[in-house]
């Protein structure tokens, strides 16, 4: 999908109309942008609330689906074709487990132990990771700035981890570890697809990925934690909602246009929007602590990852 406007267009325009049309495409990226990091954001402290109306991988597996089966009808009304080519299928699967199964069951499951901000906060971690792995499997060099990166990011775990004593720190600690892996397995996603580009439309990519990602974790669910959905409040088929149709369906979408719309250096900066507003939404909706342990991790994580995308 290719959201920016056509070079036809712009060539049978005069300057100052090709500057206003070019213009107006930003200010609509920076929209999209927005969007997707509230969308996103704000799920986090979503996904919280529903962990007390249904099971851990249920509760990330099942909007993924929905949100799938939304962005794929999306897709076919833009005239995107949903077909992948049969020598692709094996790196498809490969990426949609690290970046997709691993990320949304490991999270889910890291909820159970961590606070929704702190979950994020860890989470937004993966770009740091991503530099990591990129000296190994892209050849790229380990250099001073991206050290000092990952020493900011390890510093904002330690800071996290220092502020609610050594009892309340040894309960976190499943959490803290699953949430790390989730960002591991989403960082060597990450990496791998620039190794093994899957050379599909963007929606597309996205649709296989989240359906191939999260039919595992509903059919573990259906097997082992036989989620009740005929009992959800309405608070949380509201939530639920939320969780399928903004932040999978509306997110993603915004994300792509944005992309399209936007240097990948500005859009990949705006991401770091999304702790920060599932850090405040958290405090904000659940009551979660907000004091110098959080802020503090908080800001080392968010200047480590823009250290880390300047590299």
């Known amino acids: 999908m290719d959201t920016r406007t056509p070079p036809r267009i712009l060539n049978e325009t005069s300057p100052a109309e090709r500057e206003a049309i070019q213009r107006r495409s930003r200010f609509v990226g920076y929209t999209m942008l ?65 970046s997709v199964s691993c990320w949304m069951g490991l999270i889910g499951l890291a909820l159970v132990y961590l606070p929704a901000g702190e979950t994020a906060v860890i989470g937004a971690t993966m770009p740091v990771w991503a530099t990591m792995f990129s000296w190994p499997i892209l050849g790229e060099r380990l250099t001073v700035r991206r050290i000092i990166a990952m020493a900011m990011a390890i510093a904002g ?36 697809t620039k190794r093994l580009p899957l050379r599909l439309p963007p929606l597309t990519a996205a649709v296989w990925q989240l359906v191939i990602g999260c039919l595992p974790l509903v059919l573990i669910g259906i097997f082992f934690e036989h989620p009740q959905f005929t009992q959800l409040s309405t608070l949380g088929w509201w939530l639920f909602a939320y969780s399928a149709v903004l932040q999978m369906c509306v997110g993603f ?48 994580t968010i200047a480590g990852v823009a250290l880390a995308s300047r590299s």
């Open 34 to 98: 927005m969007v997707t990091a509230l969308t996103w954001g704000i799920n986090w402290p979503v996904g919280k609330h529903l962990l007390q109306e249904l099971p851990p991988l249920s509760m990330r597996g099942v909007p993924g689906i929905v949100g799938a089966g939304l962005l794929a009808v999306i897709a076919l009304a833009q005239g995107v074709s949903l077909r992948v080519p049969r020598d692709r299928w094996p790196r498809l699967v490969l990426l949609s487990v690290l």
């Open 157 to 192: 775990l330690v800071v996290l981890m220092g502020g609610d004593g050594v009892a309340a720190n040894q309960a976190k600690m499943p959490g803290i570890i699953l949430a790390l892996l989730a960002a591991f397995g989403f960082a060597l996603g990450t990496v791998l």
């Open 253 to 300: 979408f915004c994300w792509f246009g944005a992309l399209g719309r936007l240097p990948a250096s500005v859009a990949a900066i705006g991401t770091l929007l999304i702790p920060v507003i599932g850090v405040l939404a958290s405090a904000a909706s659940l009551g979660e602590p907000l004091g110098v342990a959080q802020i503090g991790a908080l800001a080392l």
